[in-house]
C-alpha cells in the first residue's frame, strides 16, 4: 500500500500547485514506512498508534493568516508487523539514516543526531516491552520551494515509555528545557512525547507535547493557567468557530511547545474521536486562516481519486505573540480498504 500513499501524495501536491518532483515523494513515503501500511499487526491489535484505525499514515496541510502553504506533510511509522519493540527501533532508525540523504544538506552529522534523539528517549531498547507498540514516528515535509528534496525531516518519540526520559531530554539537549511548563504533580495535562525537526537549511526545531485528560472539566481552565493568553485564545478560536464551549472538554486536546531559531511557539490541537466528524470545523477555520478550504478539500479529494476513504482527524492551531492566533493545521487520514 505503500505505492498507494505515494499516489495520493503526488495526487495532492497537484491539486496544491507544488510542482513537485513525484519520485522523491514516493521514495520517502516507501522507505518512511517501510511498504508496510496494514491497519493491524500479526496478533490482530492496531499496527500503530498513530491513527485510530491503525493505519500508519497521516497526511495534513497547514498555512495561517489568510493563506495556505505550499507544502504536503506527512507522518508514518516504520517496522508495524515487527512484534519486538528492539527490532521496530532498529528499523526506524535505519529508516531515518537513509531518509536524512534526501535533504539538501542531509549528512552523516544529521543522522547522528536524530539517532541521538532517539537513543536518549530508549537507552536500550532490547529491555522495552513489546506491548509498547510505538517507538518513533517520522514526519516529511514536501515544499514547493525544494521540487526535488524534502524540506522537513521529523523524528517523534515517546515520553511514557522508559522512565526518566523526559529528564534525560531536557539535561542531554538544552532546546528541549523548560518547554514542558507544567509542574510534576500535575495530572491534568502531562507530557507525552517530544519531537526534533530539520528544515532544508540545516535548522533545528525542539518540541514537547502534552496531553490532557480527556472528559474533565477543569482541563480548559488549566490550559490557561499554565499557557496563559495563547491556550485561551486558541480555546477561543475554537468555540467560535463551532465547537460547543460547554464540550471543550470532552475532546481530544494536545498542546505543542515548539522552540528553534526564533522566539518559543504555541499550539494546541482538537483530535477526533472514534464518532466525531470535524468537516465542518475544517472548513470554518479554513476559511478563516487559510482564506479559503482549497487545501483542506484537497486532502478529501485526492484520496477519493486514490481509491480511498477519508478522515479529518485533528485540528491544530498555532499561536504568535505578534500575530494571535496565526496558523491552522489540519490531519487526515486515507484508509484504502485493503490496508
Known sequence: ???????????????????????????????ACGGQLAARGPDGHRASMLTISGIPFEAS????????TPAVRYITETATQETEFGSRIAAQLAALRDLV????????????????????????????????????????????????????????????????????????????????SVPDHEKLITPVGAAIEVDARGDVNHKIYLKARYDDVAVPMKLAQYFGDP???????FVRCGVDADELHQHDLFVCCARGAGAPGFGLSLGA????????????????????????????????????????SAVGLGFSVDHGVDKLNVYGTPTWSTA
Open 1 to 31: 500500500m505503500s505505492g498507494a500513499a505515494g499516489e495520493f501524495l503526488v495526487d495532492l501536491a497537484e491539486r496544491l500547485t507544488l510542482r513537485c518532483d513525484p519520485a522523491p515523494m514516493h521514495a520517502m513515503v516507501g522507505r
Open 101 to 180: 540523504a534526501w535533504l539538501p544538506n542531509g549528512d552523516k552529522t544529521v543522522a547522528d543526531m536524530l539517532q541521538s534523539f532517539v537513543a536518549t528517549l530508549y537507552p536500550d531498547p532490547a529491555k522495552v516491552a513489546a506491548r509498547h507498540r510505538s517507538a518513533t514516528w517520522i514526519g516529511v515535509v514536501h515544499h514547493a520551494a525544494a521540487p526535488h528534496h524534502a524540506a522537513r525531516l521529523k523524528v517523534y518519540g515517546g515520553l511514557k515509555i522508559v522512565p526518566g526520559a523526559l529528564r534525560r531530554l531536557c539535561s542531554e539537549w538544552p532546546g528541549f528545557a523548560g518547554l514542558a
Open 231 to 237: 491556550a485561551w485564545e486558541v480555546l477561543s478560536e
Open 273 to 312: 474521536r472514534q464518532r466525531d466528524d470535524l468537516t465542518r470545523l475544517v472548513c470554518e477555520l479554513a476559511s478563516r486562516h487559510h482564506g479559503t478550504t482549497h487545501a483542506v478539500d484537497a486532502l478529501a479529494r485526492a484520496a477519493e481519486s486514490c481509491g480511498a476513504t477519508w478522515r479529518y
Open 61 to 68: 496541510v497547514t498555512g495561517g493568516r489568510g493563506k495556505f
